[in-house]
Every structure is written in C-alpha cells, then in structure tokens.
T-cell receptor
Framework: DTGVSQNPRHKITKRGQNVTFRCDPI?????LYWYRQTLGQGPEFLTY????????KSRLLSDRFSAERPKGSFSTLEIQRTEQGDSAMYLC???????????FGNGTRLTVT | AQSVTQLGSHVSVSEGALVLLRCNYS??????LFWYVQYPNQGLQLLLK??????LVKGINGFEAEFKKSETSFHLTKPSAHMSDAAEYFC??????????FGKGTKLSVKP
C-alpha cells in the first residue's frame, strides 16, 4: 500500500490557462473522489468514480471542470480557463467501497494569478 | 440536506489537558461518522470511524469518540494532549452515495 499519490504538489498558473492534475489511488480501491479545500474550510466534495464510471458530480463542479478515470485506475482533473477563485487545494481520495474510509493524498495546491 | 457542524474553529489546550472537539451531524438516516486530522500542507489522515455497533470508538494516537444518536453528536476526546496533537481536525459524515460531507474543521493548539 503506497497510498494515494497526487501530482503535481503545487501549480501556479495565470488566469485563463488550463491545468490538469493527476491522482493515483491505492491500487485495489474501486472508488476515487475529488475534493476541493479552501483556507479555513473543510474539504468540499466535487465528484467521484466507481471504477471508470463517474457517478456523482457536485454543483460546485462547473462546466470548466472535467474529471476522468479512463481505465478505472488513475484519474485526472482538468480545469479550463482558470479563474482566481479556483485557487485552492485539490484533494484526491480513494476507498475500497461505499462504506470504507477514504484515504487521502497530500493534495495539489493551485494558485491562479 | 445532510450537514456536519463543528463547534469552535479554534481550540487551545495546555499539554496534558483534556482535548474535546465537538461535532454534530444532521442526517435522515443513521450515518457513518469519521474524524480526520490534517497537518499543514498534507492530506487528511483517518483518526477513527463509527459505522455500527459499539458507540464508543477508539482511534489512533489515543483519541476516541462517542456516537450519541439522541444528541446527534460525535465528539472527539483525548485524555491528555501532546504537543504533536496540534493540527486541524475534521469531522465527517457519509453523504448520499458514499462521499463524505465535512465540517469546517477545528484547529487545535497545544500550549507547553
């Protein structure tokens, strides 16, 4: 168990640019989640996958956000035309099934200038 | 809608003192409940969880929490604080389909 891995750890981008983050979950975990965390707040749910199927998306996930998990293993989260309000820590988590605890990665901190 | 409320965004205790971090949830069905800890610039680490059965659950690092259905609470306690306990603590409840709903967090400071 190598844990959940996220890359990059930090990303600084200019407003209007596109960014993509990657998450590698724990290998036997079927579920993969994306959360966003801003300063002074708890993590806010964005979306989750059961294997390769994206089963739920939060209202927070605007049309500029897209997530994929093409082979049911790693996942990517893309933000198009970034805005300053997108600056946050993006957390990925995985779990074995719906009742199991989530295991979190160390996150990708996005700064939009 | 389900929600989690953590009372007190910042709690300060002396080393060796009791730690009590409060969490209340709202849910139409019995939820699964979790406490996570987050150190600066890191992800969240599971401290303990309640699913079913015994309402007093023990976790790592000497923490425990008690599920009280009548009070819709799941407060986190530790008898004696250690300097290394200084971190941010998040209470969470299962949402509709297995995703977690988090409280806003409580930052714990431990004074020597």
């Amino acid at each position: 168990d190598t844990g959940v891995s996220q890359n990059p750890r930090h990303k600084i981008t200019k407003r209007g640019q596109n960014v993509t983050f990657r998450c590698d979950p724990i290998s036997e975990h079927n579920r993969l989640y994306w959360y966003r965390q801003t300063l002074g707040q708890g993590p806010e749910f964005l979306t989750y996958f059961q294997n390769e199927a994206q089963l739920e998306k939060s209202r927070l996930l605007s049309d500029r956000f897209s997530a994929e998990r093409p082979k049911g293993s790693f996942s990517t989260l893309e933000i198009q035309r970034t805005e300053q309000g997108d600056s946050a820590m993006y957390l990925c988590a995985s779990s074995l099934d719906s009742g199991s605890p989530l295991h979190f990665g160390n996150g990708t901190r996005l700064t939009v200038t | 809608a389900q929600s989690v409320t953590q009372l007190g965004s910042h709690v300060s205790v002396s080393e060796g003192a009791l730690v009590l971090l409060r969490c209340n949830y709202s849910s139409s069905v019995p939820p699964y409940l979790f406490w996570y800890v987050q150190y600066p610039n890191q992800g969240l680490q599971l401290l303990l969880k309640y699913t079913t059965g015994a309402t007093l659950v023990k976790g790592i690092n000497g923490f425990e929490a008690e599920f009280k259905k009548s009070e819709t609470s799941f407060h986190l306690t530790k008898p004696s604080a250690h300097m290394s306990d200084a971190a941010e603590y998040f209470c969470a409840s299962t949402g509709g389909q297995g995703n977690l709903i988090f409280g806003k967090g409580t930052k714990l400071s431990v004074k020597p």
